[in-house]
Antibody, heavy 121, light 110 residues
Framework: QVQLAESGGGVVQPGRSLRLSCASS????????LHWVRQAPGKGLDWVAA????????SYADSVRGRFTISRDNFRNTLSLLMNSLRPEDTAMYYC??????????????WGRGTLVTVSS | QSALTQPASVSGSPGQSITISCTGT?????????VSWYQQHPGKAPKLIIY???DRPSGVSNRFSGSKSGNTASLTISGLRAEDEADYYC??????????FGGGTKLTVL
């Protein structure tokens, strides 16, 4: 089992930017696609973005396309999410998840504990 | 990217079986076998319990099973236990190379 840990959350004003990171301890992520999933307080899961094992294929939910950018660094074994033009509706716990495949599938074997992002003035 | 449709809540008594449905379209759930189910206890991260419609990850109880017919997938939990009380989410790959979740179903063990 891969241990994932998110960081970078916090309180940010609307319109500002924030970068989230996800790191793996002890296991390489380089063979697998990775995802960001969010959950607003008291609400359901919401897929945000995904990136293939080598970073060549990226996909985004309509709600964040053009504002968020997913990236990975396989040398540092990390995943990132750059969030620009943040809106109050982006307030959520953000989870990173490891896909079971090199390219996007719905099988996500490992999840981090999440990092909370609050967008508020 | 409309969410898949799940019942908001289901309930059952210990030892009984329950089924949670998840309805999509031919552009997502009906067009692929990339359908998974996740269990989430309060304050915890989701946990994969079913993938590829009816496969179980290692370590997941065989009381959990999945199926699909047309645009509807189902999760069945047999021999209900108190620890099964949680939220359950389906998700599916889509024709847009994106993923979509269901709205979630709260399972109450009476």
């Amino acid at each position: 089992q891969v241990q994932l840990a998110e960081s970078g959350g916090g309180v940010v004003q609307p319109g500002r930017s924030l970068r989230l990171s996800c790191a793996s301890s002890g296991s390489t992520l380089s063979h697998y696609a990775l995802h960001w999933v969010r959950q607003a307080p008291g609400k359901g899961l919401d897929w945000v973005a995904a990136i293939s094992f080598d970073g060549s294929v990226k996909s985004y939910a309509d709600s964040v396309r053009g504002r968020f950018t997913i990236s990975r660094d396989n040398f540092r074994n990390t995943l990132s999410l750059l969030m620009n033009s943040l809106r109050p509706e982006d307030t959520a716990m953000y989870y990173c998840a490891r896909d079971g495949s090199p390219y996007t599938s719905s099988r996500w074997d490992d999840w981090g504990r999440g990092t909370l992002v609050t967008v508020s003035s | 990217q409309s969410a898949l449709t799940q019942p908001a809540s289901v309930s059952g008594s210990p030892g009984q079986s329950i089924t949670i449905s998840c309805t999509g379209t031919t552009s997502d759930l009906g067009g692929y076998n990339y359908v998974s189910w996740y269990q989430q206890h309060p304050g915890k991260a989701p946990k994969l319990i079913i993938y590829n419609v009816n496969d179980r990850p290692s370590g997941v109880s065989n009381r959990f099973s999945g199926s699909k017919s047309g645009n509807t997938a189902s999760l069945t939990i047999s021999g209900l236990r108190a620890e099964d009380e949680a939220d359950y989410y389906c998700n599916s790959y889509t024709t847009s190379d994106t993923l979509v979740f269901g709205g979630g179903t709260k399972l109450t063990v009476l």
